[in-house]
C-alpha cells in the first residue's frame, strides 16, 4: 500500500507560479511512472506531466513549457513546478503512479484574478 499527500496548491494570479508537492508513504520512484494529474469542475481527469523510473518527462501541450515535473527519490517526493499559470489551470491536482490504484487527496490550484 502506498499514501500520497498533496500540498502546495493555493490562490495565485495569472502569470504567478505554485509549486506543488507529493510526499509518498515509501520509496517507489525505482518502480512507478509518476504522474501529476488535474481534475477541473465538470471535467475529466486529465495528465498533465509524468517521470519515469529513468527520470525522462513528458507533459501535455497545455502546459508545456511553462510546468515542470521533478523528484527527490531520497525524500519519496514528486514536484510539479508552474510557472506562467493561467485562468484554465484552476484545477484541483492530484499525483498518481501510472498503472495502480493510488490516489492522493489532491490539492487545490485557483488561478483568479
Known amino acids: 500500500q502506498v499514501q500520497l499527500v498533496e500540498s502546495g496548491g493555493g490562490l495565485v494570479q495569472p502569470g504567478g507560479s505554485l509549486r506543488l508537492s507529493c510526499a509518498a508513504s515509501?520509496?517507489?520512484?525505482?518502480?512507478?511512472?509518476m504522474g501529476w494529474y488535474r481534475q477541473a469542475p465538470g471535467q475529466q481527469r486529465e495528465l498533465v506531466a509524468h517521470?519515469?523510473?529513468?527520470?525522462?518527462?513528458n507533459y501535455a501541450d497545455s502546459v508545456k513549457g511553462r510546468f515542470t515535473i521533478s523528484r527527490d527519490s531520497a525524500q519519496n517526493t514528486v514536484y510539479l513546478q508552474m510557472n506562467s499559470l493561467k485562468l484554465e489551470d484552476t484545477a484541483v491536482y492530484y499525483c498518481h503512479p501510472l498503472r495502480t490504484t493510488y490516489w492522493g487527496q489532491g490539492t487545490q490550484v485557483t488561478v483568479s484574478s
Open positions: 517521470i519515469t523510473s529513468g527520470g525522462s518527462t
Open positions: 515509501r520509496s517507489i520512484f525505482s518502480i512507478y511512472i
